[in-house]
């Protein structure tokens, strides 16, 4: 369930509150008790704080360690040189 921004059109007191969104829109100012009218908000936004939308762009320290290890190992493991091959 959203959570919807209200202003009083007497007082001018600004509130927040949770409900459906199938409810009808009939709340009341705490402090004078008048209906208040709903306010158009931007709501719950996307928070970029990495460099793209994938699950490991947050990756706790200790899994991005690991990861770096293996990728080493990966690469300096895998490869051969052509006399190796050779063999």
């Known amino acids: 369930m959203p959570t919807y921004e209200y202003e009083c059109p007497k007082c001018g007191c600004k509130f927040e509150k949770f409900e459906s969104i199938t409810a009808e829109h009939k709340a009341k100012c705490p402090k004078c008790g ?5 306010l158009i908000s931007a709501g719950a936004g996307v928070i970029c704080k990495g460099s793209g939308f994938y699950t490991t762009d947050h990756r706790s320290e200790s899994y991005k360690k690991a990861a770096a290890k293996d990728h080493e190992a ?3 493991g895998s490869k051969k040189t052509k006399s190796e091959d050779k063999g």
């Open 34 to 38: 008048v209906r208040c009218r709903r």
């Open 74 to 76: 990966a690469s300096t």
